[in-house]
């Protein structure tokens, strides 16, 4: 299709026809991803309005576009609930290093925030939109996007703003680590944060996050600024066990958090919290498959009742990919995920990590957000690691990609 063919107005109809498997993530009796196959969707008004079997399409509009992908397999746009998107600089040499035998640590972070307060708003800006296209056209077309690579009152505020021209899912993470400048004063850095910073934060925000961990913040720290957001009403998200056992789990369970990300060291008492809760556990194996860390173990998770969520963490230090794809692979290869478990995680499972309803399924009233890939099945995104499988991609029923 040429570019011309790409635009379509989300408030025109649109039947997609010759579905040869849809995964709707509606859950039938055995089948969590409810999947139908030759199947269709209507489109209307940039939301679902009609799911089911191709012989039993309704009547549409006259002027609605007809599209047969021809047997492809159809899915709900990937939802990619942890990035950190705005920012400036590379860090391609730490990278390198890593790879010859230097162990990840969070004193990175330092290098990226000192080159986000250098760069420009157009800079940023231009930034973050090139990596919007580059997520359409891997098939996300949810994205939560965390400021923290700021960590002064006008940066933090200013990468909200920025975030938020491109998405209405950003968090607050000043707490990300405490800047060089208030090395000798922590305490002094968690009032600003849980002051001034929050309050020039928040109008453009829907979350909050903490980086909980050995090297950013305790427990006790963490709590608070948690405390602090949720009274201005954000929602609550860790950032917990990545580095090795920790209050994280704990924390976020406690605080009604909404997920808990990274999850890479839990104790027995870690999953049962988990199991126990509506805090869902996001797995971010792009930052294994860079940091060379062992990967969580998404089955002992699963087999426990415990929500998971797959994101792509896609930051400049520790996971610099933005592919939902690749996600979804390293699961069923080295998390053990089924595909069908990994689908889910990183679509519903997503939208359950921004406690979304209008995302992450193909059902009725769902936000049109369609993914089609070039390819018989879902198997193919874990079969297929690498090849660049999304052929068309409608976001709220607009199509934002067409291969």
């Given at each position: 299709?040429?570019?011309?063919?790409?635009?379509?107005?989300?408030?025109?109809?649109?039947?997609?026809?010759?579905?040869?498997?849809?995964?709707?993530?509606?859950?039938?009796?055995?089948?969590?991803?409810?999947?139908?196959?030759?199947?269709?969707?209507?489109?209307?008004?940039?939301?679902?309005?009609?799911?089911?079997?191709?012989?039993?399409?309704?009547?549409?509009?006259?002027?609605?576009?007809?599209?047969?992908?021809?047997?492809?397999?159809?899915?709900?746009?990937?939802?990619?609930?942890?990035?950190?998107?705005?920012?400036?600089?590379?860090?391609?040499?730490?990278?390198?290093?890593?790879?010859?035998?230097?162990?990840?640590?969070?004193?990175?972070?330092?290098?990226?925030?000192?080159?986000?307060?250098?760069?420009?708003?157009?800079?940023?800006?231009?930034?973050?939109?090139?990596?919007?296209?580059?997520?359409?056209?891997?098939?996300?077309?949810?994205?939560?996007?965390?400021?923290?690579?700021g960590l002064t009152v006008d940066d933090e505020a200013r990468l909200a703003r920025i975030a938020r021209e491109v998405t209405d899912e950003v968090t607050f993470l000043g707490a990300h680590v405490v800047p060089a400048e208030y090395a000798e004063d922590r305490a002094g850095y968690v009032d600003l944060v849980t002051s001034a910073m929050l309050t020039a934060v928040a109008p453009h925000c829907r979350g909050i996050d903490v980086f909980c961990e050995r090297g950013?913040?305790?427990?006790?720290?963490?709590?608070?600024?948690?405390?602090?957001?949720?009274?201005?009403?954000?929602?609550?998200?860790?950032?917990?066990?990545?580095?090795?056992?920790?209050?994280?789990?704990?924390?976020?369970?406690?605080?009604?958090?909404?997920?808990?990300?990274?999850?890479?060291?839990?104790?027995?008492?870690?999953?049962?919290?988990?199991?126990?809760?509506?805090?869902?556990?996001?797995?971010?194996?792009?930052?294994?498959?860079?940091?060379?860390?062992?990967?969580?173990?998404?089955?002992?998770?699963?087999?426990?009742?415990?929500?998971?969520?797959?994101?792509?963490?896609?930051?400049?230090?520790?996971?610099?990919?933005?592919?939902?794809?690749?996600?979804?692979?390293?699961?069923?290869?080295?998390?053990?995920?089924?595909?069908?478990?990994?689908?889910?995680?990183?679509?519903?499972?997503?939208?359950?990590?921004?406690?979304?309803?209008?995302?992450?399924?193909?059902?009725?009233?769902?936000?049109?957000?369609?993914?089609?890939?070039?390819?018989?099945?879902?198997?193919?995104?874990?079969?297929?690691?690498?090849?660049?499988?999304?052929?068309?991609?409608?976001?709220?029923?607009?199509?934002?990609?067409?291969?």
């Open positions: 299709m040429n570019a011309d063919a790409v635009s379509a107005v989300a408030g025109m109809a649109t039947l997609i026809t010759g579905i040869g498997e849809l995964t709707t993530n509606d859950p039938g009796a055995d089948d969590p991803c409810g999947t139908l196959t030759d199947a269709a969707v209507l489109v209307e008004g940039g939301r679902i309005s009609w799911v089911g079997d191709t012989a039993r399409v309704p009547s549409v509009p006259a002027t609605a576009e007809v599209v047969d992908v021809a047997g492809r397999a159809v899915l709900p746009g990937f939802v990619d609930s942890h990035t950190h998107l705005v920012f400036g600089g590379d860090r391609a040499d730490e990278f390198e290093a890593r790879m010859a035998g230097r162990p990840y640590t969070a004193g990175g972070i330092q290098r990226t925030v000192a080159a986000t307060r250098a760069a420009s708003d157009a800079e940023l800006s231009a930034r973050v939109r090139g990596f919007v296209a580059e997520l359409h056209r891997q098939g996300t077309t949810t994205v939560e996007i965390k400021t923290g690579y950013a913040f305790d427990e006790e720290e963490s709590r608070r600024v948690l405390a602090a957001g949720a009274a201005r009403g954000l929602q609550p998200r860790v950032h917990g066990n990545q580095l090795g056992e920790g209050p994280g789990v704990a924390l976020a369970v406690a605080v009604g958090a909404a997920s808990v990300d990274h999850c890479t060291f839990l104790s027995d008492a870690d999953v049962a919290l988990l199991a126990g809760s509506d805090t869902v556990a996001t797995l971010l194996p792009g930052v294994e498959f860079s940091t060379r860390q062992p990967y969580p173990d998404a089955r002992r998770l699963l087999d426990a009742g415990v929500t998971v969520a797959l994101a792509s963490d896609c930051n400049p230090g520790s996971s610099f990919t933005s592919s939902m794809p690749l996600m979804i692979a390293l699961a069923v290869r080295e998390m053990g995920m089924t595909v069908a478990e990994a689908v889910w995680a990183a679509t519903a499972g997503g939208a359950r990590a921004l406690r979304r309803t209008d995302v992450g399924a193909v059902r009725v009233g769902a936000r049109a957000d369609l993914v089609v890939l070039d390819a018989p099945s879902r198997t193919h995104l874990a079969y297929r690691p690498g090849v660049p499988l999304v052929t068309e991609v409608w976001k709220d029923g607009a199509r934002v990609f067409a291969a």
